[in-house]
């Protein structure tokens, strides 16, 4: 198993780093970003490499890379880093965290992350490129395709098709048997029925502050009393 590359200094790099280092068997050696986002020589303890030299210092003959990005431009960033890795020759790991209960007939692609506690039932389908956050739910027969973002506690039902690039943010809901377009902005707490076009977005609007503050409200609700 080759040691791999981390592309990427930010949030999602800690936080993947953190799974990379304390629940695989994957030896994370160095990271690298582009040129012009160099947070310095090192980060975490690791090496940082400009990514248009990684090819030399790294080679893809012995080196993986996965690339820790987030969701920004519905993903369209990532995916992009993930093509030019290709180009260079690496491999892109995928993490599957070793409890995230995946079932055993689950097919998924290259750069995929895959959190402890998520919920995944047989006859599903992940492409490239999806990152999907704990407490997730992807019920039997759904396909997820490329470059998607599963946030914590999203619910996609059974038999769904979700198209490329799409966002679901924490708590969003997608009802049985429908499709989603491609780049399409699942907003939280959301429920979607029924089948989407691309680029589509879905929000839910925010719980309205109370007339009352936190204290009048504990008074008059006697919540305090136990």
């Not at 098709?161 to 429908?178: A, L, P, R, Y």
């Amino acid at each position: 198993m080759k040691p791999v590359i981390l592309f990427g200094t930010g949030k999602i790099a800690e936080v993947i780093l953190y799974f990379l280092r304390h629940h695989s068997q994957r030896q994370v050696v160095a990271c690298c970003v582009d040129r012009e986002y160099m947070p310095g020589t090192h980060w975490q303890d690791m090496p940082v490499a400009a990514f248009d030299e990684i090819d030399t210092l790294y080679p893809p003959e012995t080196h993986d890379m996965f690339i820790a990005l987030g969701y920004q431009d519905m993903n369209a960033l990532r995916a992009k880093k993930c093509a030019q890795a290709r180009q260079l020759g690496y491999t892109l790991a995928s993490y599957v965290h070793p409890d995230s209960g995946l079932p055993l007939d689950c097919r998924y692609g290259d750069n995929c992350f895959i959190m402890n506690q998520v919920q995944v039932h047989p006859c599903v389908t992940l492409g490239d490129n999806v990152f999907i956050w704990s407490g997730a739910l992807i019920g039997h027969h759904s396909s997820i395709a490329n470059n998607c973002w599963l946030t914590s506690s999203t619910n996609i039902s059974g038999n769904v098709k979700v198209g490329e690039n799409c966002f679901f943010g924490i708590n969003s809901t997608v009802g049985n048997s429908i499709q989603l377009g491609a780049s399409c902005f699942i907003g939280a707490n959301t429920l979607v029925t029924k089948s989407t076009q691309n680029e589509q977005v879905f929000l839910q609007e925010s719980s309205k502050a109370f007339r009352l503050n936190s204290r009048q409200f504990l008074r008059m609700s006697r919540f305090d009393d136990l």
